[in-house]
């Protein structure tokens, strides 16, 4: 997958992601990506306040097959967050 992200440039770069015994394994990569996800969509999806069909309707993850859509969604369900932060 490719991240893009307007404010940090460091962020954009495609990786590789796999699931192997039940870990993910996010890595660099060179390969042409299977979709494209903004930073603002990827922190939903890892928060879990959003499905990968929700981004992909919503237009932060675009050129996702409906199979990949389905195993991203499986993969990151949505969560009940709390977070502690004072400011």
Known sequence: ???????????????????????????????????TIDIHGLTMLVMGTRTAKQLAYEGHLENASEEILTAWTALWPLQDNYINAYY
């Open 1 to 35: 997958f490719t991240v893009k992200d307007e404010f940090a440039a460091w962020n954009n770069r495609t990786f590789r992601f796999a699931v192997q015994e039940g870990r993910a394994l996010i890595t660099p990569s060179v390969e042409e990506a299977q979709l």
